[in-house]
């Protein structure tokens, strides 16, 4: 069988004094994490900063008004404006700011959203610098413009408790027309180049191929320079080798004979080459004499102007 206690209407005084005194206890007892900060405030006005750790408050007086993040944050705002040669481009620009822990109070109680306070100010100022570039300029300027934001914040949100830590310009987007005009731009400007390239090595190739026929021909002339003096050379030898061996022999007679030598032996090379399609002309042994007499006629007349010469130039001397 059940039985069934009943509590003594006593007691019920004592436990509710417990309770309240258990409630003020952990109404009183605040913990607060590392890198925050919380707002005390008695009454609805500010007492004081409760620092991370362990703390106590007055339960049912003080109260914990809010808790303040002193960790760097960032902040990404994206601006929309136009440069300077119309040209509209979207700025992502990424904000890092800290709430300075000695300024807690500042940070909490000055602003009501400092997101959109930092937004605003990074709209004015990028508004404000990228009108005065063309497009080209914000892409090479961009840590310019970084570094003009940077600073115009850190002057508005230093009395506001705030520290901007950095702002970097972290994406440039112009307009999807544009972007495909500046690839196209780039694209020539590479073809341009690429063909300037190839015609400068052709260029190269052209002269070093012209340099390499003139030497050619330069060793090709000298060669038959030399050619041409070691055949006088040896006509010279002959010659001399037919005065010693016969001495009645006159000059005009050796110069008939090699010559005839030299007919005979170039009509020979003529005729040992199946590919020649070469034709002398005239063809004949008795060409050999005409054209001996031809070289001794030329010297005989050259000689004779020579002789000329020398007498105008001396008639010439004694007249004056």
Do not use: C, W
């Not at 707002?39 to 914990?64: N, T």
């Not at 700011?97 to 997101?115: G, I, T």
């Not at 002269?207 to 003096?229: F, T, Y």
């Amino acid at each position: 069988m059940t039985k069934i206690y009943k509590m003594d209407p006593m007691n019920f005084p004592l436990l509710a004094f417990y309770f309240i005194v258990a409630i003020a206890i952990l109404k009183a007892i605040i913990i607060v994490k590392e890198k925050t900060a919380m707002v005390i405030e008695r009454f609805g006005k500010f007492v004081r900063i409760a620092q991370p750790g362990i703390g106590v408050i007055i339960p049912f007086i003080d109260k914990k008004s809010g808790l303040v993040n002193l960790r760097v944050q960032q902040l990404d705002v994206e601006v929309e404006t136009k440069t300077k040669d119309d040209v509209f481009v979207k700025l992502k620009v990424s904000v890092q700011f800290q709430v300075k822990s000695e300024r807690v109070r500042e940070a909490f109680y000055s602003l009501d959203n400092p997101r959109n306070q930092i937004s605003s100010y990074v709209f004015d100022d990028v508004r404000s610098e990228v009108p005065k570039m063309d497009l080209d300029d914000v892409f090479a300027k961009k840590e310019d413009i970084a570094l003009a934001v940077a600073q115009n914040l850190r002057q508005a949100m230093e009395e506001y408790g705030f520290k901007i830590v950095k702002t970097l310009i972290t994406d440039i987007d112009p307009d999807d027309r544009v972007k495909v005009a500046m690839n196209k731009i780039n694209a020539a400007k590479r073809e341009k180049y690429a063909t300037m390239e190839e015609a400068e090595g052709y260029k190269i190739r052209v002269v070093k191929e012209a340099e390499a026929e003139a030497e050619s021909k330069r060793l090709s002339g000298q060669g038959i320079a030399n050619q041409r003096l070691e055949i006088v050379r040896g006509f010279k030898e002959s010659v001399e080798d037919f005065q010693r061996s016969l001495k009645d022999v006159t000059h005009e007679e050796v110069m008939q004979f090699v010559l005839l030598t030299q007919y005979f032996d170039t009509i020979n090379n003529v005729g040992a080459n199946s590919k020649n399609t070469s034709i002398l002309i005239p063809h004949s042994p008795s060409a050999m004499k005409d054209f001996q007499d031809q070289i001794i006629q030329g010297t005989f007349v050259g000689n004779k102007l020579r002789d000329y010469a020398k007498v105008n130039e001396e008639d010439a001397k004694k007249e004056n």
